[in-house]
């Protein structure tokens, strides 16, 4: 079974720190992404990454950055957290090419509250 | 812009059948998908449309029509565990993938 793992489940951080999301999956999937969900907002995209230092930019990325050093983890990056990125953070993964199903595996979710 | 529109919130009895419709304006299409989520839980993948048509798995079907901009989610004899929220999503260029704002299914007993 496909595995995407986020490194925290919670995590509480103050205005202006720098916070780290990390990802990673075991599948060997090329496209990886973060999404942030918010009551009555659904899952919104903030960056994703098609291959290894390759990203781009998705709906919401103002705030945010990525990293993708290594096939199998993507990171997103809040520079100077702030308490309207209070959220939870979601990472999903898929194949690329013609083996893509449409299928996103996702990672059990971070919530980060920014106080 | 890009969008999906579903309902926020759909009731239905156990045993009945709902379904949940999504509607899309996005620049690029090439597949709509269904996600299901439990509250506290990650989304689960449940159907995926690059064509148009019905496509069938187990008590749920998903259609999709690419000249309308349309598709739904089909959920048949509805069992108390089916309460949950529902997600359309569309995978556009580069796979980028956006999803709507969720389905909240209650099943009533």
């Known amino acids: 079974d496909v595995k995407v793992t986020q490194s925290s489940r919670y995590l509480v951080k103050r205005t202006g720190e720098k916070v780290f999301l990390e990802c990673v999956q075991d599948?060997?999937?090329?496209?990886m992404f973060w999404y942030r969900q918010d009551p009555g907002l659904g899952l919104r995209l903030i960056y994703f990454s098609y291959d290894v230092k390759m990203k781009e930019k998705g709906d919401i990325p103002e705030g945010y950055s990525v990293s993708r050093e290594k096939k199998e983890r993507f990171s997103l990056i809040l520079e100077s957290a702030s308490t309207n990125q209070t959220s939870m953070y979601l990472c999903?993964?898929?194949?690329?090419?013609?083996?893509?199903?449409?299928?996103?595996?996702f990672g059990e979710g971070s919530r980060l509250t920014v106080l | 812009g890009q969008s999906l529109e579903q309902p926020s919130e759909v009731t239905a009895v156990e045993g009945a059948i709902v379904q949940i419709n999504c509607t899309y304006q996005?620049?690029?299409?090439?597949?709509l998908s269904w996600y299901q989520q439990h509250d506290g839980g990650a989304p689960t993948f449940l159907s995926y449309?690059?064509?148009?048509g019905l496509e069938e798995t187990g008590r749920f079907s998903s259609f999709l029509s690419r000249s309308d901009s349309y598709g739904y989610l089909l959920l048949q004899e509805l069992q108390m565990k089916d309460s949950a929220s529902y997600f359309c999503a569309v995978r556009g260029g580069g796979f980028k993938t956006i999803f709507g704002a969720g389905t909240r299914l209650f099943v009533k007993a």
């Open positions: 999903a993964s898929s194949l690329s090419g013609g083996q893509n199903t449409g299928e996103l595996f």
């Open positions: 449309n690059a064509l148009d």
């Open positions: 599948m060997d999937h090329e496209n």
């Open positions: 996005t620049s690029g299409f090439y597949g």
